[in-house]
């Protein structure tokens, strides 16, 4: 069935260093991708998606590329910020399996000022 | 828009009461969601609707019930609680199969 790994955390990085994310899936056909961000004591929203292989979402400074060759949608950003401490989901919907959400585990960051 | 919303935030239950956890959404979203959220578990999905009149379940649906009466609303039942459902829980919706959700802000339930 569709699966998602996400690097485990926590990630400590200092304000303005380079993120990185990893997340690869497993998925029949051509699902849709996406990333969600939690904040503490907040429901998950979205960050930025991609539909179809090579797309990049992008928003708010973070990146995003549907790598199909090698299964994988690691998400980046240049500089980070205190604000962006938060908890970050890869997430897939496909279109088999009752286009059902899959989440990874999630992965914690923490910036430090 | 309110977007998703759920009732009540909190909530400490007894083992053994019964509790319905409430999601409305004012997005016509045909699809509706129920997750759990524990710590190092990520989300997972309890039942699942792809509208009214229409619900399935989901990774853990023992324990809960749901029903889908109308496209706005999805509420959540439990039936007798136990104190493994401590959890957090999100309702979410979305407009199609393919597209992203919107999560409500969250019910977190004690079960003592």
């Known amino acids: 069935g569709n699966s998602v790994t996400q690097m485990e955390g926590p990630v400590t990085l200092s304000e303005e260093a380079f993120l990185t994310i990893n997340c690869t899936y497993t998925?029949?056909?051509?699902?849709?991708l996406f990333w969600y961000v939690q904040y503490p004591g907040e429901g998950l929203q979205l960050l930025l998606k991609a539909t179809k292989a090579d797309d990049k979402g992008s928003n708010k400074g973070f990146e995003a590329t549907y790598r199909k060759e090698t299964t994988s949608f690691h998400l980046e950003k240049g500089s980070v910020q205190v604000s962006d401490s938060a908890v970050y989901f890869c997430?897939?919907?496909?279109?088999?399996?009752?286009?059902?959400?899959?989440f990874g585990a999630g992965t914690r960051l923490f910036v430090k000022a | 828009n309110a977007g998703v919303t759920q009732t009540p935030k909190f909530q400490v239950l007894k083992t053994g009461q019964s509790m319905t956890l409430q999601c409305a959404q004012d997005?016509?979203?045909?699809?509706m969601s129920w997750y759990r959220q524990d710590p190092g578990m990520g989300l997972r999905l309890i039942h699942y609707?792809?509208?009214?009149?229409?619900?399935d379940q989901g990774e853990v649906p023992n324990g809960y019930n749901v029903s889908r009466s109308t496209t706005e609303d999805f509420p959540l039942r439990l039936l007798s609680a136990a104190p493994s459902q401590t959890s957090v829980y999100f309702c979410?919706?979305?407009?199609?199969?393919?597209?992203?959700?919107?999560f409500g802000p969250g019910t977190r339930l004690t079960v003592l």
């Open positions: 609707s792809v509208g009214a009149g229409i619900t």
């Open positions: 979410a919706s979305s407009s199609d199969g393919l597209n992203e959700q919107f």
């Open positions: 997005m016509n979203h045909e699809y």
């Open positions: 998925a029949t056909g051509y699902p849709s």
């Open positions: 997430a897939l919907k496909g279109n088999t399996g009752g286009f059902k959400t899959i």
